[in-house]
């Protein structure tokens, strides 16, 4: 009977999994083959290629990943790395403003009434809005695209920071009071590893926004990275090759939101 226990808990676990699995390959099974119909029966305009041809492609280009023929012709390979060390790079310049500036704002119900203003009036613009300031203050499309990525980022990050902060339990910081810390080793010891789960949730979502932005920013950058990847392939026509790229766009999306859902697990783990 002991040994029975185990075992019946872990049955729902693996059909509910195994039920996920099965509805996940029959709607893509039947959206491919809806996709594939509606081509065959020129439902869809003559641009828009076959399931098949897509997938044809799609492999074309993940078979061979980095080979280079010239500045035009780059394996989808080099287009994502470039893509992510701007996106790396923008969401870094982001998060140095944002986690501090949030840290002080949660700090103190004054500033955080007079910053808050301005992050509700920044907040929801377009990161297209900013690209032609980004060129016009920094006259580089290189620095302009790390610009519009650390400034549509950021955001998420600000506002968790300060709630994480703002929220901390008043009676652990009465302890470190009344255990003497300095108002900067309760900042270090106290209010950021409690505020540490919301800090990672905004860098998540965060990171997401980064990698969102990077395809407009980078039409005017050129040369390499996924969105020049697209607008290149639009002029040449080549839909499977821009079928492709979102679907690489895609799955490297879910890689770094599940890379973020580790760490936000592990800086959580106290409070599970």
Request: charged share 10%.
């Amino acid at each position: 009977m002991a040994n029975s226990l185990p075992r019946r808990k872990l049955v729902p676990i693996w059909s509910s999994n195994l039920q996920a699995l099965a509805l996940f390959l029959v709607v893509l099974i039947t959206f491919l083959g809806v996709w594939e119909l509606g081509v065959q029966l020129n439902i869809f305009s003559q641009l828009v290629p076959s399931a098949s041809q897509t997938l044809q492609a799609f492999w074309g280009w993940v078979s061979d990943l980095f080979f280079d023929y010239g500045p035009n012709d780059k394996g989808i390979g080099w287009h994502v790395l470039a893509s992510l060390r701007r996106v790396v790079t923008g969401f870094f310049i982001g998060s140095a403003i944002a986690i501090p500036l949030g840290i002080l704002i949660g700090l103190s119900d004054v500033v955080s009434k007079a910053i808050d203003p301005y992050i509700q009036v920044l907040k929801p613009v377009s990161p297209l809005a900013w690209l032609p300031l980004g060129l016009g203050l920094l006259k580089n499309s290189e620095n302009t695209a790390l610009f519009v990525i650390a400034i549509t980022s950021l955001w998420p990050t600000l506002i968790n920071t300060k709630f994480g902060v703002s929220n901390v339990d008043p009676a652990v910081l009465n302890v470190a009071r009344t255990l003497g810390a300095s108002r900067w080793r309760t900042i270090w010891k106290v209010i950021l590893p409690a505020a540490a789960p919301s800090i990672v949730a905004g860098l998540r979502i965060s990171i997401g926004i980064a990698w969102l932005v990077i395809v407009a920013a980078e039409i005017l950058v050129g040369g390499t990275g996924v969105g020049y990847f697209i607008w290149n392939e639009w002029n040449n026509l080549e839909i499977t090759s821009i079928l492709t790229a979102i679907i690489v766009i895609g799955l490297v999306g879910l890689l770094l939101d599940r890379l973020f859902g580790l760490l936000q697990t592990w800086v959580s783990f106290g409070q599970q």
